[in-house]
């Protein structure tokens, strides 16, 4: 009997990709590989690059040295942001056999198999030619107890910054019909959560004419599906009528990730997002009154060409006064091909440092503060998986607690009952109530 050939896939950067990944690994089960872990020896390395900052991009590189290190014979492909903006960078690193871009993953198996070991073959489209959703459904998610699923690719919105409206193409938008498909089967796999993800999600079927509460409704009547939760979104596409639409969705997460990049209205202008920080502010207000324990994650960018002492100060002291629950804080890095590359003041890096160091300690102090509110409260929380060295296991609240809970019979993917009854640094602790 012939061996299998194996395939070892290595994801970084956002959800998306991680959604992408198990689609393209579904294609390859279907054509008869076995699926190894990422360090272990194999046939064909998949790398699913980012390029979101310069971090990613050194990431990329590092991941697709490392593939060829361990198997010098092995296939290895660079897929995704990185191989789409990159490709001629991306073909220069040893070892890379094939680079394929954005909308071309569906026919990853068939271009592993004709890819040469003597040559590097490239399959990358230009942004306009970006135009047709990929479809990458995925069967299951074997380390997870939520489901990712992509359902919108593409942005328009071109910040001054951001490179990936060049890496990801316009706004498109997935089908009704394969999106519900596709949680029905997650439902009957057990999976009680699903994750909507999307590289400008909050603009899911506007040019169709559903919009994202729409998709939100008819998921909402999946039998199975208990929560749905919503990965980024824009506050400009947070409308009061859309807030309006999905207060009353009981299956949604109170937990809503809005990317605020800056709290400051001249930063904001200067990087071309198209609000203020009091229309953000509005935002926060009008689901904290409609929805339940609704707690808010962000991102926050520091040492943005021109940031003033001034203008960080402005940031902070807005951050301080939403009281975010997670903040992702991140020093602005130049992406070649953007406006604010070519921005004159750009921000010494010691001051970057200092700005990161202060915004991420002020994280701390929100996280901390958030938590405080639940001390004592009843909450349920989804299992998901062991606490290594522990008798614990760890789970997440619908509005994003990570909690601690010590488990007797209990298994990852259950929904159960948990008093929460302390911090414990990123987590809570909570004590699982018997029924």
């Not at 394929?100 to 271009?111: A, Q």
């Not at 992702?328 to 921005?343: D, E, I, L, M, Q």
């Not at 004592?376 to 929380?381: E, H, L, P």
Request: charged content about 30%.
């Amino acid at each position: 009997m012939e061996q299998k050939k194996k395939v070892a896939f290595i994801t970084l950067g956002c959800k998306v990709n991680t959604a992408e990944t198990e689609g393209m690994k579904k294609l390859f089960m279907e054509a008869g590989y076995e699926i190894a872990k990422e360090n272990e020896y194999a046939d064909v390395y998949i790398v699913n690059t980012c390029t979101v900052t310069g971090m990613g991009d050194r990431k990329s590189r590092q991941m697709l040295r490392r593939a060829h290190h361990i198997n010098p014979n092995a296939i290895v492909a660079a897929v995704g942001c990185f191989a789409q903006v990159s490709p001629e960078e991306a073909s220069k690193v040893e070892g890379v056999n094939l680079v394929v871009g954005n909308n071309m993953k569906h026919r990853i198996v068939e271009l592993v198999e004709n890819a040469g070991k003597g040559s590097t073959e490239k399959y990358v489209f230009e942004r306009k030619l970006l135009t047709e959703f990929e479809e990458l459904p995925a069967d299951t998610y074997e380390e997870y107890t939520r489901a990712f699923m992509k359902v919108q690719d593409g942005c328009d919105q071109f910040c001054s910054y951001c490179i990936i409206p060049h890496a990801r193409g316009p706004v498109r938008s997935r089908g009704v019909a394969e999106i519900l498909r596709e949680a029905q089967n997650f439902a009957q796999r057990g999976f009680k959560e699903i994750v909507l993800t999307g590289i400008h999600l909050a603009s899911y079927g506007i040019k169709e004419g559903i919009g994202l509460a729409g998709l939100i409704e008819e998921l909402h009547k999946i039998d199975g599906i208990e929560r749905i939760r919503l990965g980024s979104l824009d506050p400009k596409f947070m409308t009061p009528e859309f807030i309006d639409k999905i207060k009353d969705f009981n299956k949604l997460c109170s937990h809503f990730h809005i990317s605020l990049q800056s709290g400051c209205e001249k930063t904001l202008k200067r990087m071309n997002r198209k609000y203020t920080p009091d229309d953000y502010r509005q935002i926060v207000l009008a689901l904290r009154e409609g929805i339940k324990d609704a707690t808010f994650t962000t991102d926050v960018m520091v040492g943005f060409p021109g940031e003033t002492d001034e203008e960080f100060k402005e940031s902070y002291d807005f951050c301080e006064e939403i009281g975010f629950l997670w903040m992702h804080v991140f020093k602005y890095s130049p992406r070649k091909g953007t406006p604010a590359a070519n921005f004159k003041d750009q921000v010494d890096p010691a001051a970057k440092e200092e700005r990161s160091k202060l915004m991420t300690r002020l994280a701390v102090k929100s996280r901390e503060k958030e938590f405080e509110k639940y001390i004592g409260r009843t909450m349920k929380v989804l299992l998901e998986k062991p606490i290594e060295g522990t008798n614990d296991m760890e789970g997440l609240t619908s509005n994003y607690i990570p909690v601690a809970v010590a488990i007797e019979n209990e298994k990852s993917g259950e929904i159960i009952n948990v008093i929460l009854t302390a911090q414990e640094g990123e987590r809570m602790r909570g004590k699982i109530i018997k029924q």
